[in-house]
């Protein structure tokens, strides 16, 4: 078995008019910094891509499936395989020629003086050949995924999307990839900064597509990035809702029982709301317990989930006492008392609080379970 310093995989899908240049590059970077490398092409395309890569020395694989994530997953697989384990430095970039791959030294320069063990080419920061990205890319999509992705995962770089980066073989086995569209440029950097990995930014520079048409589609790949990034940060998409909902909730429901004025007088429709806003918030708050729990960034310990059952039964006992009151009451007056329809609101929220509390730790014990085993 011939051992690797390092590898470089390009996903393809009909490159033919630039999948040499790239080879051809990748081979000089490999020669000039004395490095053993291997030119891993996971190709998908129906024209000559494959075979120019073969004759230029590539390894070509043919992935099961279409996708860039999966084409990145699947030359993984078979890196690790062939090689008995990852090559010191794993570099990924795009075969359209875009990208410049004797700019490799500069994103190897990090890993290699052990200043990070992921590095990033960033367009943004770097030079860009006009036409290069669309403007709606360049000043909409790219800075505003970059910033969703800065803010809920504190990744701290410039240029999220960016297909060229060089990784450590140690920190690649660390990273749990999954996706198979374009969203796995996300989840690389997700997953390096859940392995507490050092994520390191280099400026590059980027030109524009010359040979095929563009794999991307806009708005439906910038959906699958936002899709991603919002199920993998349950504090974003559900907890600070939930919380936000549950405190305007429980204040809207407090006035109008207790008659307080917010600026106006809440009445029966405020406290309608309120109860909405709460059942709802709770709901979110499960969610969010659920996924955390799911995704194993918190783990639930059973004495905790003992404690919201009897929490559950406690708030549902009070609505019920309360419902059987109001009800008493109304049978006692001969059914004609009927107590303000506020308390009736206050009650309802009480029973459907309580009843989600108590059934939602069942789905929490299993799941905390589950995923300890
Ligand atoms: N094997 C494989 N490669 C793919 C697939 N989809 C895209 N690619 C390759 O993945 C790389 C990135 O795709 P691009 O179309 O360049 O996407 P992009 O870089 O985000 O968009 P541009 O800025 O227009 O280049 C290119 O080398 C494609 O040929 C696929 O389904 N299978
Ligand atoms: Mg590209």
């Known amino acids: 078995m011939r051992s690797v310093d390092i590898a470089v995989v390009l996903p393809s899908k009909n490159e033919e008019e630039t999948i040499g240049i790239c080879i051809s590059k990748i081979m000089d970077v490999f020669k000039e910094l004395r490095l053993r490398g291997v030119v891993i092409v996971a190709d998908n395309s129906d024209d000559e891509t494959p075979l120019i890569a ?4 590539a390894d070509v694989i043919t992935p099961d499936r279409l996708g ?3 084409a990145y997953r699947y030359a993984f697989k078979y890196l690790k395989e062939k090689y008995g384990g990852y090559p010191k430095y794993v570099v990924i970039g795009d075969a359209d020629n875009t990208y410049d791959f004797s700019e490799m030294p500069k994103l190897l320069k990090p890993l290699m003086s052990g200043e990070a063990d ?10 860009m050949e006009v036409g290069a990205m669309p403007w709606l890319h360049r000043y909409v999509g790219n800075p505003l995924l970059t910033w969703f992705l ?6 701290g770089i410039s240029d999220a999307h960016s297909g060229f980066r060089a990784i450590t073989g140690e920190a690649l086995e660390k990273l749990e990839l999954r996706s198979d569209g ?3 440029a996300s989840e690389m950097l997700v997953e390096a900064v859940r392995k507490g990995l050092r994520v390191g930014e280099v400026p590059i520079s980027y030109y524009r ?3 095929s048409r563009s794999k991307l589609s806009s708005l439906s790949d910038g959906w699958r990035h ?20 549950i405190t305007l909730g429980t204040i809207l429901i407090t006035a109008a029982a207790l008659r307080i004025h917010l600026g106006f007088s809440p009445g029966i429709h405020t406290s309608i709301a309120g109860s909405l806003l709460i059942i709802s918030g709770l709901q979110l708050i499960f969610f969010g317990l659920f996924t955390s729990i799911l995704l194993g960034e918190r783990n639930m310990q059973s004495p905790t989930i003992e404690k919201t059952t009897a929490i559950g039964i406690i708030i549902f006992t009070i609505g019920l006492l309360w419902a059987l009151q109001i009800g008493w009451e109304w049978v006692n007056s001969g059914f004609k008392n009927l107590p303000p329809i506020i308390y009736s609101i ?12 108590f059934f939602a730790s069942f789905i929490l014990k299993l799941i905390a379970e589950q995923r300890r085993t």
Do not use: D
């Open 182 to 184: 374009m969203e796995f």
């Open 54 to 57: 073969r004759e230029m020395g």
């Open 150 to 155: 800065n803010l809920f995962f504190k990744a």
């Open 346 to 357: 206050s009650c309802l929220t009480l029973i459907a609080v309580g009843l989600q509390i």
């Open 68 to 70: 860039y994530g999966y």
């Open 226 to 245: 936002l899709k991603f990034m919002l199920i993998n940060t349950p504090k974003h998409l559900y907890i600070y809702p939930g919380i936000s909902f």
């Open 209 to 211: 597509r010359r040979g």
């Open 118 to 127: 992921v590095v990033i080419g960033s367009r943004l920061r770097g030079w």
